[in-house]
């Protein structure tokens, strides 16, 4: 009786891992897409209260970018891995796509 209950955490983060539902992965796999578009970046500048000056420079760049895969594919690739369906609509027919 003691092992079966030494399972019961093992089997419920393995279940935590399986599929999920496609909105689920739509949402995921969205900035995937983007990254796949375009690197992205962010710079910030401040200035404190002393007058001292300070900034900083953030870069994402994805592999999907670099070896130049089409967006659209990545998505409908990365949907399908993580639900096991296909998106419910393509990635250029999504409204919030700014392609």
């Known amino acids: ?11 419920a983060l393995l279940a935590a891992c399986g599929p ?3 909105q689920q992965a739509e949402r ?13 970046g ?9 007058g001292r000056t300070s900034g900083e420079l953030e870069i994402s760049v994805s592999s999907d970018w670099l070896t130049g895969k089409d967006p659209s594919a990545v998505y409908e690739t990365c949907v399908m891995s993580k ?6 609509r ?5 409204p919030d ?3």
């Open 20 to 22: 999920m539902t496609v």
């Open 97 to 99: 796509w700014k392609g």
């Open 1 to 11: 009786m003691r092992a079966a209950f030494a399972l019961a955490p093992v089997l």
């Open 83 to 88: 639900s096991g369906e296909p998106p419910r």
């Open 42 to 50: 962010e710079l910030a500048i401040g200035t404190n209260s002393r």
């Open 90 to 94: 393509p990635l250029y027919d999504r």
């Open 28 to 40: 995921a796999c969205y900035d995937r897409a983007r990254l796949a578009q375009k690197p992205r």
